[in-house]
T-cell receptor
Framework: QSALTQPASVSGSPGQSITFSCTGTSSDVGGYNYVSWYQQHPGKAPKLMVYDVSKRPSGVSNRFSGSKSGNTASLTISGLQAEDEADYYC??????????FGTGTKVTVL | EVQLVESGGGLVQPGGSLRLSCAASGFTFSSYAMSWVRQAPGKGLEWLSG????????YYADSVKGRFTISRDNSKNTLFLQMNSLRADDTAVYYC?????????????WGQGTLITVSS
């Protein structure tokens, strides 16, 4: 149950698109199409942004999109906005009703 | 409105015990699996434990297996986490989280978190 690997930080200018990864193993990310992404602003609870690799909950902007290839999932934020500045965590189902989170990526809007 | 409110956090000595509660409202509590997730200061999220809607099935991360016990009281719409043999590295904000739908694998509602500090 090792944490999934994410880049520590990613930055972009307003309006740009950024993509960052979440790398696991065949026992988690690669084994199931159950990757979710969470946005967390400082001092706040996480918010679900993407589930089942690429689906968005109602109310989440379509600027957020997810994908997966092999053992690596990715989150893309298009049309970057100041309010997108936050920490982002991926999470994968790891079998037997257990889960593993990623190490987290800090997104900075320049 | 779906709401989760944790309580029970505080300062505890190493080796001590603590019981967290998570009061749920705004949804049919017994229909949803629930989880506990923690976040150490300045660190990432860590899934700890989950429980089925009826409470008959429980699951744990290796890091807490044998020390933490998850349970629920569906008559009181409350989730619990009993934590024993606490260590300094258990210091964290503890969140309860609700599965988005029955038999889904993500969490669409989180509490505000409760801070546990393990220190002498």
């Amino acid at each position: 149950q090792s944490a999934l690997t994410q880049p520590a930080s990613v930055s972009g200018s307003p309006g740009q698109s950024i993509t960052f990864s979440c790398t696991g193993t065949s026992s988690d990310v690669g084994g199931y199409n159950y990757v979710s992404w969470y946005q967390q602003h400082p001092g706040k609870a996480p918010k679900l942004m993407v589930y089942d690799v690429s689906k968005r909950p109602s109310g989440v902007s379509n600027r957020f999109s997810g994908s997966k290839s092999g053992n690596t999932a990715s989150l893309t934020i298009s049309g970057l906005q100041a309010e997108d500045e936050a920490d982002y965590y991926c999470c994968s189902y790891a079998g037997t009703s257990t889960y593993v989170f990623g190490t987290g990526t800090k997104v900075t809007v320049l | 409105e779906v709401q989760l409110v944790e309580s029970g956090g505080g300062l505890v000595q190493p080796g001590g015990s603590l019981r967290l509660s998570c009061a749920a409202s705004g949804f049919t509590f017994s229909s949803y699996a629930m989880s506990w997730v923690r976040q150490a200061p300045g660190k990432g999220l860590e899934w700890l434990s989950g429980i089925s809607g009826a409470g008959g099935s429980t699951y744990y991360a290796d890091s807490v297996k044998g020390r933490f016990t998850i349970s629920r009281d569906n008559s009181k719409n409350t989730l619990f986490l009993q934590m024993n043999s606490l260590r300094a590295d258990d210091t964290a904000v503890y969140y309860c989280a609700k599965d988005r739908e029955m038999a889904t694998t993500d969490f669409d509602c989180w509490g505000q978190g409760t801070l546990i500090t393990v220190s002498s």
